[in-house]
């Protein structure tokens, strides 16, 4: 079973900031968090994964609680094309598998 | 993009009849994985390769079996398909096997009837 929590949907208006929550509360210290994204019918596509440092790169930013129980994913400007489901995966070092839960469904809106 | 392609896109097979998918690569990575996606879940592993002739097993592995012979090709074999296997099937590439990204396939959509 999937160890992360997520809402099943969330909308955001095209230009402001999308933040996608995840709980996490059974972490591991060696577990890092993971973010995907699968526009509708495509792949996933990996977007940004970090262990308890906040991350940014050019497609979003992972903020992580000091706890490490819950992260959110920051995507500063949606657009349009950000409509997808987004997956926050926990995965440690020592395992090759990502298990998957049900994802949010993100909606840009115009 | 990473350079995966999986064939076919998309396939029609009748129950009971063999049915092979496969993954090609051309970024020379070590490990290749197979999942499956049904509707409103997420992502099940298949079979995974750590490299040629080195496979095994994921969580949802009955009924298929994997080969890799080469680097650049995973093949993902139905021995017998059900209408339980109708499904959008990924293959996957990383680096390594235990952390960075995974890169995936555009998916293969197999219909069982």
């Known amino acids: 079973d999937a160890k992360t929590t997520q809402p099943p949907s969330m909308d955001c208006a095209e230009g402001r900031a999308a933040n996608l929550p995840c709980n996490h509360s059974t972490i591991s210290g060696n577990e890092y968090v993971y973010w995907y994204r699968q526009i509708h019918s495509q792949g996933p596509q990996y977007i940004i994964h970090g262990l308890k440092n906040n991350e940014t790169n050019e497609m979003a930013s992972l903020i992580i609680t000091e706890d490490r129980k819950s992260s959110t994913l920051i995507l500063p400007h949606a657009t349009l094309r950000d409509t997808a489901v987004y997956y926050c995966?926990?995965?440690?070092?020592?395992?090759?598998?990502?298990?998957w839960g049900a994802g949010t469904k993100l909606i840009i809106k115009p | 993009d990473a350079g995966i392609t999986q064939s076919p896109r998309h396939k029609v097979t009748e129950t009971g009849t063999p049915v092979t998918l496969r993954c090609h690569q051309t970024?020379?990575?070590?490990?290749m994985y197979w999942y499956r996606q049904d509707p409103g879940h997420g992502l099940r592993l298949i079979h995974y390769s750590y490299g040629v002739k080195d496979t095994d097993k994921g969580e949802v592995s009955d009924g298929y079996s994997v080969s890799r012979s080469k680097t650049e090709d995973f093949l993902l074999t139905l021995e017998s398909a059900t209408s339980s296997q109708t499904s959008v099937y990924f293959c996957a590439i990383t680096r390594l096997d235990r952390s960075t990204e995974a890169f995936f396939g555009q998916g293969t959509r197999l219909t069982v009837v």
């Open positions: 995966i926990v995965k440690g070092d020592s395992n090759y598998q990502l298990i």
């Open positions: 970024e020379n990575h070590r490990y």
